[in-house]
């Protein structure tokens, strides 16, 4: 009886297992090709140029014309990925460094080597947004395809990202964000109907530093090469930026710290015995 009983027992997992693999059958033809090398078109920072000056309130103006003053003088200004920050979003997707996007049915993947390794995952399951996140510099997405034609294929990937972890900035021009830390960032992304080789970005951010959304169109081309080349980067290996106490600093040649700006006082070195 036991043993007659083990080969229900195996029958019954046997077809338990076999299920969900044939479940699991995915139609990827109803999906747009974002297989390859993406690489972008023209200056990555290029929110100014694609978008126009930034509709800031009053008061982040007057942040931002600090800012601006601060990289004039030869400061990093509000761009933290100088210290190898992570770029995050919006910044990350003006592509400084190729991507390369992977579709799935549950979420999409967006894999970046820029100041080292950067990656997004965008939920397409249907999720609802969690109610407690911690913030991340990519912050948390959730993607709905859309087919607009109405042909049984999908053409658009609509994402929103919340969450999103401070410091950052739009590109190097150090356009800041609000410090309540609740910007949202919508996309549309899509293949250019007249060339699948061609893909756009539309970003748009909503952020309390801003009078209105702000949005600008990013183009990328595909690569030619079906083999690309791909390389990953360690931001700290030849970074020579030292941020100390709210200043920008160099590592020089020699390894000496110097001034980034004219007449910039050194920092407080009060836990260093002085030299004889």
């Not at 991507?99 to 999409?108: I, K, W, Y």
């Not at 699948?196 to 169109?217: C, G, M, Q, W």
Request: hydrophobic letters at 35%; proline letters at 9%; a negative charge.
């Amino acid at each position: 009886m036991s043993y007659r009983s083990s080969i229900c027992a195996t029958a019954l997992a046997t077809a338990l297992l076999a299920t969900p693999a044939a479940a699991q059958v995915v139609d990827f033809g109803k999906y747009p090709d974002f297989k390859g090398q993406w690489v972008r078109t023209g200056n990555p920072n290029n929110w100014i140029a694609l978008a126009g000056p930034p509709p800031l309130t009053p008061e982040y103006q007057k942040i931002w014309e600090g800012i601006q003053a601060d990289v004039k003088a030869g400061g990093a200004g509000n761009w933290p990925s100088t210290f190898c920050i992570p770029a995050g979003m919006p910044a990350m997707m003006s592509l400084y460094d190729p991507m390369e996007m992977v579709v799935l049915p549950r979420a999409t993947y967006i894999l970046i080597s820029h100041n080292d390794d950067s990656y997004r995952r965008i939920y397409t399951d249907g999720r609802e947004w969690p109610k407690d996140v911690t913030p991340t510099f990519a912050g948390y997405s959730i993607g709905n395809w859309v087919d607009e034609d109405g042909d049984g294929k999908y053409d658009v990937l609509e994402v929103e990202t919340r969450f999103l972890k401070l410091p950052r900035s739009y590109d190097i021009s150090g356009i800041p964000f609000h410090s309540d830390g609740q910007a949202v960032i919508k996309e549309r992304i899509y293949l250019d109907k007249a060339d699948p080789n061609t893909l756009y970005d539309e970003i748009t951010v909503f952020d309390h530093a801003l009078t209105r959304p702000y949005s600008k169109t990013q183009k990328a081309t595909r690569n030619s090469n079906p083999r690309p080349m791909w390389f990953s980067e360690v931001c700290s290996e030849t970074n020579t930026h030292v941020f100390i106490e709210n200043e920008h600093y160099f590592l020089s040649a020699d390894g000496k710290l110097m001034p980034a700006k004219k007449n910039q006082a050194p920092p407080d070195l009060r836990y260093f015995k002085p030299t004889q």
